[in-house]
C-alpha cells in the first residue's frame, strides 16, 4: 500500500470548535499550523475527540496577532486513529487559519 498525503483547511475559525478532520479506518500522522489573522493576541485549542472525550493537544496557546503555532514542533508526532475527531477552536469570533498536512496508509 502507498502513503496518501493529504491536507486540510479551515479558514476564520472562531469561537466554535470546528472539525478539521475524521480520521478514515487507516491510522494518520499529523502535522498542525494554527494562524492568528486578527489585530490583537487570541487564545487558540486544538483536540481530538475519541468518540467520547476531548484530549488536548494544545489549550488555549496565546498566539500574537499575525503570528503562527506549530502545534506539533520539534518533529514531534500524533497518531489519529480511526474515527478519531480532530478540532480547533479560539476565545475569538473569526480568527484562526489552519493548516492540517498528514499521511495515512503508510506501508
Known amino acids: 500500500m502507498a502513503q496518501d498525503f493529504t491536507r486540510y483547511k479551515a479558514r476564520l475559525t472562531g469561537t ?9 479506518s487507516n491510522d494518520t500522522i ?5 494562524a ?11 483536540f481530538i475527540n ?7 493537544l494544545i489549550k488555549d496557546a496565546p498566539i500574537p496577532s499575525g503570528s503562527a503555532l ?15 475527531i480532530l478540532k480547533v477552536v479560539s476565545n ?10 498528514t499521511v495515512d496508509a503508510i506501508s
Open 92 to 101: 475569538t469570533a473569526s480568527s484562526l487559519d489552519t493548516w492540517i498536512s
Open 30 to 34: 499529523v502535522g498542525i499550523s494554527v
Open 36 to 46: 492568528n489573522v486578527t489585530a490583537g493576541s487570541v487564545n487558540a485549542s486544538v
Open 16 to 24: 466554535s470548535a470546528a472539525t478539521l478532520f475524521t480520521a478514515n
Open 70 to 84: 506549530q502545534v506539533l514542533d520539534g518533529g514531534a508526532k500524533v497518531v489519529v486513529q480511526s474515527g478519531d
Open 50 to 56: 475519541d468518540g467520547t472525550n476531548d484530549f488536548y
